[in-house]
């Protein structure tokens, strides 16, 4: 089955500790995305990245790191630094640059929550 | 902020009727998405339109892309108690490093049997 996969899907994480969250996928698509959604809201973007070994901030990356070692996993690290973690986080994937379309297809999540 | 709005925030209908969820956004766009989610689940994509696209139709589903206006409609025809869940719009634009998607805070569908 070709999809995108998110581990852990519930995360527990006390203040101060940085945790990692999992994204792997085996669509072969170049692009990489991690949102986070509040309670009642969209999601917003965190962090990007187009091919591997490159990656861009979004619009809420302050305290968030991210990695893009192999083109099929794009972890997501929650610092101590990142003030109210507590939150829905999903990964998504699309085709890439060059596409026009730029669908993306999302994981089931991870929910994050600060003890 | 270049983040869509939609309205309503939530709405509320019974099984068989018609469910149209508006989007409106801010900036010139490459394409316009819609998405919907199961609570607590990711998000499954529907439908795009391109922008110089103005109705587009998939099943139950059609779209309408107003580039003027800057808005979209989707309507949901038939409904069912199976639709009921969170439907979000994205604008898809070019940014300095790539394409982005930005989302709409999304209309909450109760489809009631």
């Known amino acids: 089955d070709g999809g995108i996969t998110q581990s852990p899907k519930y995360l527990f994480r006390k203040e101060g500790q940085n945790v990692t969250l999992s994204c792997e996928q085996n669509?072969?698509?170049?692009?990489m995305y991690w949102y986070r959604q509040d309670p009642g809201q969209g999601l917003r973007l965190i962090y990007y990245?187009?091919?591997?070994?490159?990656?861009q901030k979004g619009d809420i990356a302050e305290g968030y790191s991210v990695s893009r070692e192999k083109k099929e996993s794009f972890p997501l690290t929650v610092t101590s630094a990142q003030k109210n973690p507590t939150a829905f986080y999903l990964c998504a994937s699309s085709i890439g640059q060059g596409s026009s379309y730029n669908e993306q297809f999302f994981g089931p999540g991870t929910r994050l929550t600060v003890l | 902020s270049q983040q869509g709005e939609e309205d309503p925030q939530a709405l509320s209908i019974q099984e068989g009727e018609n469910a149209t969820m508006n989007c409106s956004y801010k900036t010139s766009i490459n394409n316009l998405q819609w998405y919907r989610q199961n609570s607590g689940r990711g998000l499954v994509h529907l439908i795009l339109i391109r922008s110089n696209e103005r109705e587009k139709h998939s099943g139950r589903l059609r779209v309408t892309l107003d580039t003027s206006k800057k808005s979209s409609s989707l309507l949901i025809t038939a409904s069912r108690a199976a639709d009921t869940a969170s439907y979000f719009c994205a604008t898809d634009f070019v940014g300095e490093y790539g394409n982005k998607l930005v989302f709409g805070a999304g209309t909450i569908l109760r489809v009631k049997s």
């Open positions: 669509l072969n698509h170049d692009a």
């Open positions: 990245s187009q091919i591997v070994n490159d990656f």
